[in-house]
Structure formats: C-alpha cells, structure tokens
C-alpha cells in the first residue's frame, strides 16, 4: 500500500518553496498584523480583530483548496505540502473559524476582552498547519512548540479566573515534560538513523534491515508514541485532559479538543506511517493497547462526571480511541476515516461547545449538567442543535459522528483487527448514556430555575448553523467528503 | 434531458420543504396547493423531456445512469446516488407525475378548509419524490430508500384524520404490514449481493451491473430464495395476499391518497420491482410459479369481496387489490410486458374511480352536512340516482367502470386481456397455466358484476338520500371534475398504444417500448419453457369469451340491481352464512388476529413481564452499577496535583519502553 508516500511528481523539491508553506505565511501575517492593530483599538472594538481573523482564515483557506492535487516541497524536503496536509489544513482552519465565532460573545460575558486571543488563535493554527506539512522531525517539533506556546496562554486566557490560571500552568508544566519525551525520541530516531528526514529515515531502516533490532530506535519509536499520544490525550497520557478543558475558557476548550488534537493525528500518522513502515507490526500492536485503553477510559469516566465540559472532556479522550482504532488498521479505510472523523469531530464538538457558551454564566458558572434541565423546550431551536451534536457524538445515523465511526470501526475490520472494533462498538454503546443523559435533562427534566433570556449573537448563530450542516450532510452524503480523504492519503 | 434527471424527485422534495416548514405560516390554500401542484407538474414536464429523448434513441441505447453523487463508497461496497432510464422507469415516472399532478390538483379542491391543508400537501409532494427515487433507483439501496419513504408517506397520510382512532389504527396496520414485507426486501437484497460477491467476486447491487453478470446465476436454488425475500416484499407494498388486509383500511386516508398511493402508484411498486429484477426472477421456475398462483388467487379472492360491501371506497380497494393481482399473476406467468402495461391503464382507471368515488363523497357529505345529518356519506345505500346531479363526475365513472370491466375499445380490455391471453399461453407453469387463465376469467367476471353493481347503486336508480337534503347535491367544482375528465380520456384512450397484435389496426407500440428491458428475462425463459404455436382463432376465441363473461358480469349486476331489487335481499336470505363470510372479508382479520397478533402479543407479554423485567434489567443495571463503580474509581485517580499526573505519565512511558525492550 503506498499510503502518504512521497508523491513522485513534486514541485520544486529543494531549496527554498514559499508555495509549500503559503498556507503559513498568509495566517502568520494576518496574526502579526492583528497583533500590530490590537495596540490602536479600544476594548469595545475588539470584535473587529475577530471580523478580520476570519476573513484571514477564509483568505487561507482558499489558498488551501487551491492548492490541492498539487503537492509542493520544499526547505531541502522538510516541508511537504500534499493532499494529506491540506486535508488537515483545513480541519484546522474550520476549528480555528468556528472557535473565533463563539469567542467574542464568551470574552464579553466573561469580562476579558483582550484582543490578544485572536492572533493567538491563529499562531496556534499556524503550529498545527506545520505539524501537518513537516516531513521532517524537526519542522514537525517545530510546529508543535508554536502550537503548544499558544495553547498555553490560551488555556490561561481567563487570567482573573483561578481555574484558568490553573488550567495554564498544568498544561504548560506537563505539556512541557510531554515535549521531554517526544524530543528524546526524536533524538534516539536520529541517533540510530542518522537523519530527520521521515522519508529518509525509512529509506535508511529498509537499506540496514539489522537497526530494527537496535533498541536505540524501538525506544525511539516508543518514546515518540508517547509524546504524540499526549498530545492526542491518549490513556495513560490523559490525565491534564479533564482539568486543563474545564478550567480554560470555553471557546478555548473546545478549541483544544479539535484543532491540536488533529494535529497531533496528522503528525502521529505521517512520523509512524511514512517513517516507520517497517517497524509496523509493533507500533500497531503499541496502539491496539493505546486505543483500547483510551477508549474506556475515557468513556467510563465520563458517566460520573456532573461538569459538562469535563464530561466532554473525556469524552474527548473517548473519541481519540476511536481515532486511534483507525490508526491502528493502519490501511485505507481505517486512515481515511481518522481524516474523515477528525474533521466531522470539529464541527459536532465545537457545536456542543458553542451551546456551552451559551448557556454558561459569567465566572463559568452554569456548567452542570443539571443546569440543562428544561432547555429543550426553553429553547426548541437550540436544544435541537445540542441534540443534533449529542446524537452525532453518540455516533448515532445520520449524523457525521456515525458514519466516522463506521469507516474507522470497518478500517479495523478489514485489517483484522476484529476485537479492537467489537471493543471500540461497545465503548461506543456505553457513552451513550452519558450523552443522552444531557438530553435527558434538556427535555425530560422540568427547570430548576428561570432560564435566562440567552442572547444569541449572529456570529454564535452562524457558528451553531455551520456545525449542524457541517454533522448532518457528511452524515447524510458522506460520499464527497470521503472521497477527499481518499484522495488524501493515497498519492 | 438526461443529465437533469435529478430535477424529477428534487422538485418535489422542494415543494416538501417549503410546505413542511413554512406551510403553516403560509396559511393561504391557493398557495400552499398552487406550490404542491407546480412542483410536481415541472416533474411531469422534465418527465416528459426524458421520455422525448429516450424515443429519440435507438431501441438498444436506451439505457443511461446518471450519478448525482457519490453517497456510500466502502471497500468492495459502492453504493451511489444514481438514477437509471430506461423504458420502464420512463413508463413509471410519466404515471407517477403525470397521474400525480392530476391528482394534486384534484385535492386543492377536495381538502379545502380541512385543517393542515399544508400537512396535505408537504406529505403528498414527499411521498411523490419517494415513489420517483424508488422508479428512479439505479441501484437497490436509492430503491430501498423510496421503498422505505413511501411507506412512510402512506402511514402519514393513512393516518392523516389522526384523532380518528380507526385513521391511526389503519395507518399502524399498514405500516406493520409493510415492515414484514421490507424485511423480505432486504433479506433477498442482501442474499443476491453475497452470492454475487462470494461466488464471483461481484460486489454489486446496481441493477445494470446485476443485469450483465444475471447469466451467472443458476435455476432455481440461490435464486429461488433471493427472490420470494423480495417477492414477499412486493405482497407487502402490492397488498397480496397474504399481506393485503392493510390496504383496505388504508381508506381511513383522504380519497386522493386512496387514488394516488393506494391505487394509482405506490402499490404497484411491488410489480415494478418485479419488472426491474426480471432477469431475476425468471431463472427461478419456482418463485414465477408462486408469484403467478398468489397473484391469481388475490385476484379472485379480492374480487368476492369486493362484491358484498356497501362502502364505496371499500368496493374500490378490494377491486385494486384484485386488479393487483392480475398483475401478478402477468409477471408470474412470465409477461412482463402485460403486467407493466395493466399498471398503467389500470392507473389512469383507477385513479380516475377513485377521484370520482371522491367526488360523490364530497357532494353527499356536502349535502348531508346541511341537513346536520349524520348518515354515512361513503355507505352506497344512501346514495342512488346521482347521475342527474353529477353528470361530468357519472360520466368520467361511467367510462372508468367500462374499462376495468374490460368491454373492448377501452383500455382495460386490452391489458386484461393480454394478461390473460398470456396466462393461457405462456408455457411456464405446465398444466397450471390453463387454470390460472381460468381462475383469471372468472376473477374477471366478477370484477365487472362488483363495478356495475357499484355504479348501479350509486348512479341509478331512486335518490336514497334523505329528501330533505336532496336540493343541496350538486356537481363538484371544476379543480375536481378537471382531473377526472382527463383521467376519464385516459381511461378511454390509455389502451391503445398496446393494442395486441392480433387486431392489426395498430402496432403494440407499448411492448416493442419495454423490448429492451424483458428481452434477457425472455431469453432465460426459454431455457426451461418452449413457447407453442397457437392458432389465431383461438386468440380470437378466448379474447371473445372474455368479452363475454364481462357482459354476464354486467347482465347479473342489472339484473340484481336494476331490473329486480329483490334480487340481492332474496340472495342474503338464501345463502345467509356465505353472505355473512363475503360481508365480513371472509374473516381474515379475525383469522390473523388469531393466528399472528395475539400469539405475538402474549408472547410478548410473557417476555416483557418475565424475560425482560427479571433478567434484562438485572444485567443491564448490574452492567451498568460495575461501570458506576469503575467510573467513581477512576475518578479518584484525577487528583489535581501535577506532580501525579506527571508521574503517571512516567510510569506509563516506563512500562512500554520496559515491555519491548525486555521481551
């Protein structure tokens, strides 16, 4: 299968490409200039930093589709600009644009309307696009630090509020140590390979068979495993998980759990699948363990928990199994559908978080579960988008979540590993309860208390009007969106 | 016109969605049935275009596959969102929109000032665009779609009046009834699509595909089975036996969907799928056997009770399901080519009593509401004599009853007659073709006594009604007396694009038309089935007899009900106990009560009560309690200190790197 091998028709395939990192370089303009302007406006303009970060994000994202089915190289091959990358290009663009629209409503509400977010948003944006173009494991470290930087002091946005502050810290310090590993796998790969290069590193392992047996590079690969799979918020390394997404501001949380997430995904896939098809039969044996575990985990923890956001919190843990079930059948059903999955996820996850900051108080109050009581009936339209995104996240038809744990789930199947999708189904069966049991409260519950008049802002309804089209019509016509991903990880 | 095929079905489902959503808010009926009509008749039109373009063509190059998108590709399965032309679904879709229209336009007067008017006509635009992805289908899974949706759309409007208990009764019965039988669809969809794929490695369910790789399959055996699955599902949506019983009580719906669902297209979806699969279903000596003998007996079956009821719209469904199963027994005894055509005239004739019995019922409930009386204004024994007051509406009826009673000229005569002709001369079935033919003669006969006491009764003879009301029946207004004349010339004239050979005035257009889609189903055929040569004069023999037994048909019914009145109470009187089994549809209710409801309902109970409460929910809640346990566990272990959330990710780093490295 040659999946996510170097196309053999690239342009310009050394020395300096800005057309394979043009994505970049748009955003990151855009943000400095943002940041630039953000000096001359007054607090009550600061939506307008808003206004012109989506108009970036569309502006790159044209540049992303144009660039489709024209794979470019460049930076002597540390950056490849494929299908593959695009594809996630543009998941992280689609979280960044729908993060930015529910923002502004929640800085207001919460009273920390600084316009530094929006830049912040867009380096993080800009780290993720790197993660997934690098063909080296520098470009790829690279880009994680500029992600990981941001996401950061995003997480600490909120600084008048203690959570926040907490929230920061702990995913810095442990974010931080998680680098630790990941460098020193990175650097084992290199000892034992002598290069950084993903593509040449396989090319070294299939000329020197015996290295497979260096335990230099197993540590290697294994220590790598670990530092992506922190990132992903893979069970063992999911504990900063649930406390970092519930105290950082709600935008942001639901940010984290798409846009990074996937970036984690795409640098996982292209390291172990480009780099590492030789050692495959252990890798995947690491993450059939890796998968499993992540999936209950996550989704028995969940059942306890009262916090809506850290309820979705480990279901977002949850879902990272099932994407891991994709990776793990390693072929093109399974990787297609982790493309296919990460970025339906985006949309039914940043809906969900969408309603959060709609129902949420100021001081993140409001967040319980229990606070849901009646909302369907209080509000027949809204509680129709949150059933919509509970349904898809459910993974129940016709929404996008079912038909991505279809493709990842038969992935698996046809790659044998049965066990792992009858595992994964079930885990699938059981956070059903905890979804439903907000929907449960939405509308066979009466209201504790008043709901108060919630004012939907017209970015916060665009953003709740994009992510139900963007759940139910891959769910319902899952055909063109799939064909991408096909089209995405075979050259 | 080929290329904008998808127009067909998205018109419709527009018209849906502006009803559904905004119908409410519309309120006014010109609109909301002005946008309902317009929407299917631009159906009709791009129909037409299609069909224009497909005479055009070559008779061999009359195939084409538009695929709108791509909508399930996984591994070896493909599925599409694709339509397929050919003369069939050209022949179905000019009926479904054509006979649609009319009768769309029909119900913006029949259902005036009826509450939900917009519910009406969203349900009646949705079902339209189901009934054309069905016809439409290019492969199994869109059919199945519209199988699926029209079975919907038929329980929605079955049980339109729903605050009518015996309306929600009916419409639960149907669609019941019809899930049994879609189980059977499936279950042969998925039998023909594994024999194909493990056997050959064909991984399809696209009927072309199917068709070009249909010579793998064998006589009899896989395909037997595969096709009475389906052929069950057809009894289900064709109301055959033993599946029918729902479709008379589907009259609880509004009089048009009675025309348009439960006579005119939606039922005769199980014979079109018949048609499509005929490559199919002719390598299967059995199933053709099965379909031919259900199809007969329903026929015959549906046709003595259609003779004992008294309600107008219940003489009418028991006539369509007979009439269904006329086509039938033209697919079972291996003419495809009769059966489609009888589908077609039998659209235009039935849609056109329907609408008819529709337009009386309107006028006596109109007459009886003045009066505040509260006869029933479907009850045949109250009506009588109309025809003074509804000319246009007795007419139209007139000419309709003429032809489904297959007096020659009008175009029941031709497709009845094919079929039967057929039946008695297609060498299928061995010694059963002759009494299939007969049982088909005799079903027919009743079939014209069944009518015409029907019009008799409600046409002719003494007014019934209460005098004092007499003075308010009039004829309907025009949006209904329109549809019904068109459909009326329709009835008239339908016949003779299939005029059979034999007379020699006009060539069988219609079955040269569907040549190309029954050529290979003909061909298999005459593996195990040599056609004889028989004379025209016997041709012209039966084709006389059964213009004769029409006319005794006929003779019977006036002289039970016009020359001599006595006659049917002298009748009841003498055979009470078969009246009694007549009148009471022979009992098959109480019988499947009997056998399949109750059963099934103290089985069920036994399970609820006893299965379910004490071991299902003891697991479930026992599941459900360990998972709460571990739940609460885990939670302990999210301490919110760092420090362990550090050392627990070490650990876990530890234990991998130690498990490859010392292994």
């Known amino acids: ?491 | 016109m080929f290329e904008n095929v998808w127009l067909i079905p998205l018109f419709p489902l527009i018209g849906f969605l502006i009803n559904g959503f905004f119908g409410k808010k519309i309120k006014n009926e010109a609109v909301i049935g002005g946008i309902g009509t317009l929407m299917i008749f631009l159906s009709f039109l791009v129909s037409c275009g299609v069909l224009m373009q497909l005479i055009g063509l070559p008779a061999e190059q009359r195939v084409f596959e538009k695929v709108v998108f791509p909508w399930i590709h996984c591994g070896n399965f493909k599925a599409d969102m694709a339509f397929l032309i050919d003369p069939l679904s050209a022949v179905m879709i000019m009926v479904v929109t054509g006979v649609g229209s009319l009768i769309h336009l029909y119900s913006i007067g029949y259902m005036h000032g009826e509450e939900g008017f917009y519910r009406f006509f969203a349900y009646l635009n949705l079902f339209c665009m189901s009934m054309l992805l069905l016809v439409l289908g290019s492969n199994m899974l869109v059919m199945f779609i519209g199988w699926e949706g029209v079975g919907l759309c038929s329980y929605l409007l079955i049980g339109y009046y729903f605050e009518k208990k015996s309306a929600g009764d009916a419409a639960k019965k149907a669609f019941v009834m019809n899930r049994v039988g879609d189980f059977g669809f499936l279950i042969g969809l998925f039998t023909l699509y594994w024999w194909f794929g493990s056997n050959h490695n064909i991984w399809t369910i696209n009927f072309v595909e199917i068709k070009a790789a249909s010579h793998l399959l064998p006589y009899g055996g896989v395909v037997t089975i595969a096709t009475l699955c389906f052929f069950l599902g057809a009894t289900g949506k064709s109301a055959q036996l033993p599946l029918y019983t729902w479709l008379p009580d589907a009259m609880e719906g509004p009089t048009p969907v009675s025309a348009l669902i439960h006579a005119a297209t939606m039922v005769t979806a199980g014979v079109y799928m018949i048609g499509r699969m005929s490559f199919v279903f002719i390598k299967s000596p059995e199933t053709m056997m099965v379909v031919a003998v259900v199809g007969a007996c329903t026929a015959i079956f549906a046709a003595t009770i259609g003779t004992a009821q008294n309600d107008i719209k219940r003489v009418l469904a028991y006539s369509t399901v007979s009439q269904l199963g006329f086509m039938f027994l033209a697919m079972g005894v291996g003419a495809f080519g009769a059966g489609i055509f009888h589908l077609m005239t039998h659209a235009f004739f039935k849609a056109c009593l329907f609408l008819g019995s529709g337009s009386v019922i309107h006028a006596m409930h109109h007459a009886l509401h003045h009066g505040h009386l509260h006869d029933d204004a479907q009850d045949m024994r109250n009506m009588g004599g109309l025809k003074k007051y509804m000319p246009i509406t007795f007419l139209t009826f007139l000419v309709s009853t003429i032809a489904i009673a297959g007096i020659p000229g009008f175009s029941g005569f031709f497709s009845k007659d094919e079929i039967l002709w057929q039946a008695f001369a297609n060498p299928y079935h061995g010694g059963l073709n002759i009494v299939l033919w007969g049982i088909g003669c005799i079903a027919a006969m009743f079939t014209a006594f069944y009518m015409f006491r029907l019009v008799f009764m409600t046409f002719f003879g003494e007014c019934r009604i209460n005098p004092k009301v007499k003075d308010h029946l009039h004829e309907s207004p025009l949006v209904i007396t329109i549809p019904l004349m068109v459909l009326g010339f329709l009835a008239v004239v339908g016949g003779y694009i299939g005029m059979p050979k034999l007379m020699g005035m006009l060539p069988n257009y219609f079955e040269h038309w569907l040549d190309p889609v029954f050529e290979l189903a003909n061909e298999y055929g005459k593996e195990y089935a040599h056609v004889g040569h028989h004379t025209h004069a016997l041709e012209w023999g039966l084709m006389g007899l059964s213009v004769v037994i029409a006319v005794i048909g006929i003779t019977i019914a006036f002289t039970m009900y016009m020359a001599n009145n006595k006659l049917p109470e002298k009748f009841t009187s003498t055979f009470p106990a078969l009246h009694r089994a007549v009148y009471n549809k022979w009992y098959m209710d109480e019988l499947y009560d009997f056998l399949f409801v109750n059963p099934c309902k103290g089985f069920g109970n036994l399970l609820w009560k006893g299965f379910d409460v004490v071991v299902v929910d003891g697991i479930v809640n026992g599941v459900g309690k360990i998972f709460m346990g571990l739940s609460a566990g885990i939670r302990g272990l999210q301490t919110g200190y760092t420090h362990n959330y550090a050392l627990g990710m070490t650990l876990g780093a530890v234990v991998i790197v130690a498990l490859y490295i010392f292994r």
């Open chain 1, 1 to 491: 299968m040659d999946m996510l091998q170097f196309p053999a028709n690239i342009a310009a395939a050394a020395g300096v490409n800005f057309a394979a990192i043009m994505p970049e370089v748009i955003l990151s303009v855009i943000a400095m200039a943002l940041l630039l302007v953000n000096v001359f406006i007054n607090s009550e303009q600061k939506a307008y930093l808003g206004y012109l970060s989506l108009i970036g994000i569309v502006v790159t994202f044209f540049s992303v589709v144009s660039g489709w089915g024209a794979p470019q190289s460049g930076f002597n091959n540390s950056v490849l600009q494929d299908n593959f990358s695009l594809f996630f290009k543009g998941t992280f663009l689609v979280s960044a644009f729908l993060t930015i629209l529910i923002t502004d409503q929640y800085l207001k509400r919460e009273e920390c309307n600084w316009g530094e977010i929006y830049p912040l948003i867009l380096f993080a944006t800009v780290g993720m696009m790197l993660m997934a173009s690098g063909t080296d494991l520098m470009t790829i470290f690279l880009g994680l630090e500029v992600l990981s930087v941001s996401l950061y002091v995003l997480a600490g946005f909120n600084r008048a509020n203690l959570k926040s502050n907490e929230a920061g810290l702990k995913y810095f310090l442990l974010g931080a140590f998680s680098t630790g590993f990941l460098l020193y796998g990175m650097a084992l790969i290199y000892g034992s390979t002598g290069t950084t290069r993903v593509a040449a590193i396989a090319s070294y392992i299939s000329q020197n068979g015996m290295v497979l047996s260096n335990p230099m590079l197993v540590a290697g690969m294994l220590l790598m495993a670990v530092g992506f799979s922190f990132k992903i918020a893979a069970a063992p390394f999911h504990m900063w998980t649930p406390d970092v997404y519930e105290g950082a501001p709600t935008p942001m949380t639901a940010f984290m759990s798409v846009g990074p997430k996937a970036a984690g995904f795409a640098a996982f896939l292209r390291v172990f699948i480009v780099a590492l098809p030789a050692m495959k039969a252990d890798w995947s044996e690491l993450l059939w363990v890796l998968a499993v575990l992540t999936m209950t985990v996550g989704n028995i923890t969940a059942l306890k928990q009262t916090n809506i956001k850290r309820m979705l919190a480990y279901s977002s843990i949850a879902h990272a199994g099932y994407v891991l079930v994709g990776f793990t059948a390693g072929n093109a059903v399974g990787t297609a559908g982790v493309l296919f999955y990460m970025l339906s996820y985006a949309f039914m996850n940043i809906g969900a978080f969408a309603i959060i900051v709609l129902v949420g108080r100021k001081g993140e109050e409001n967040n319980n579960v229990s606070d849901y009581a009646g909302f369907g009936f209080k509000h027949p339209v809204l509680g129709m988008c949150m059933s919509i995104f509970l349904f898809s996240l459910a993974g129940i038809p016709p929404a996008a979540g079912f038909i991505g744990k279809f493709y990842l789930f038969s992935g698996a199947i046809q790659a044998g590993y049965v066990w792992l999708a009858i595992i994964g189904v079930l885990n699938s069966a059981a956070s059903v309860y905890y979804y439903l049991r907000v929907m449960v409260f939405m509308y066979m519950k009466d209201p504790t208390e008043e709901f108060d008049w919630l004012a939907v802002s017209p970015s916060l309804a665009l953003c709740l009007l994009l992510s139900v089209a963007g759940v139910l019509i891959p769910g319902i016509v899952p055909g063109t969106l799939l064909d991408l991903a096909q089209k995405a990880i075979l050259m």
